[in-house]
């Protein structure tokens, strides 16, 4: 069975405090890992898709790689408005379709 | 675009009640989901649809239907409403160029919060 585990379940960070979070998995050929963020009481957005290990990808703040096994979430400088919980998702083929695994997402929390 | 759009905001059902959950988006796309979150327990897949007709069981089904008349609708129906349906309500749709291609992110509405006393 497709797993994803996200750690930690709780990040708190100073302002401009830079650290990464966690993502791994263990999924039967991996088609693409997706990172979502979510504001209290709201939807998730989407930030990334990462197809290869190898590849990253960056906007502001936020870097995403992927290896193998895992996939980081790195979190430059962090403002207060980044403020959120992070989710990581895996798209894998089950049943002639591409399954999509969520995991149960970092919350961070940026201080001023 | 207004995106993904859902309704009710809120609700709050009695045991026993029945109710609809309405999904609509307007992108065209050919997959949508309904999941439930619960807190600390991420989201949870009740059904999904690959295109207009075509519906299968996600992880937690019981308790639930669906029906895929149309590419944009994609209704969610609660029978005999229990306190374990306590829960946020999510409809997402995402683009795939067929069933079994890759899919492209998930596109998610606003919410439905629901409370079963």
């Known amino acids: 069975e497709d797993q994803v585990t996200q750690s930690p379940e709780a990040l708190r960070l100073q302002e401009g405090e830079s650290s990464s979070l966690n993502c791994s998995y263990t999924?039967?050929?991996?088609?693409?890992l997706f990172w979502y963020r979510q504001d209290p009481g709201k939807g998730p957005e989407f930030l990334f898709t990462?197809?290869?290990a190898g590849e990253e990808k960056e906007k502001e703040r936020l870097k995403a790689t992927l290896t193998k096994k895992e996939s980081f979430l790195h979190i430059t400088a962090p403002k207060p408005e980044d403020s959120a919980t992070y989710l990581c998702?895996?798209?894998?083929?089950?049943?002639?379709?591409?399954?999509?695994?969520f995991g149960t997402g970092t919350k961070l929390q940026v201080i001023p | 675009n207004a995106g993904v759009t859902q309704t009710p905001k809120f609700r709050i059902l009695k045991i026993g009640q029945s109710m609809t959950l309405q999904c609509t988006q307007d992108?065209?796309?050919?997959?949508m989901y309904w999941y439930r979150q619960d807190p600390g327990m991420g989201l949870k897949l009740i059904y999904y649809?690959?295109?207009?007709?075509?519906?299968d069981k996600g992880e937690v089904p019981n308790g639930y239907n669906v029906s895929r008349s149309t590419t944009e609708d994609f209704p969610l129906r609660l029978e005999l409403a229990a306190p374990s349906q306590t829960s946020v309500y999510f409809c997402?749709?995402?683009?795939?160029?067929?069933?079994?291609?890759?899919?492209?992110?998930?596109?998610f509405g606003p919410g439905t919060r629901l409370t079963v006393l």
């Open positions: 992108m065209n796309h050919n997959y």
């Open positions: 998702a895996v798209q894998a083929l089950m049943r002639g379709y591409q399954k999509v695994t």
């Open positions: 997402a749709s995402s683009y795939s160029k067929a069933p079994g291609s890759l899919q492209n992110e998930q596109f």
């Open positions: 990462l197809y290869s």
């Open positions: 649809s690959v295109g207009a007709g075509i519906t």
């Open positions: 999924v039967s050929g991996l088609r693409g």
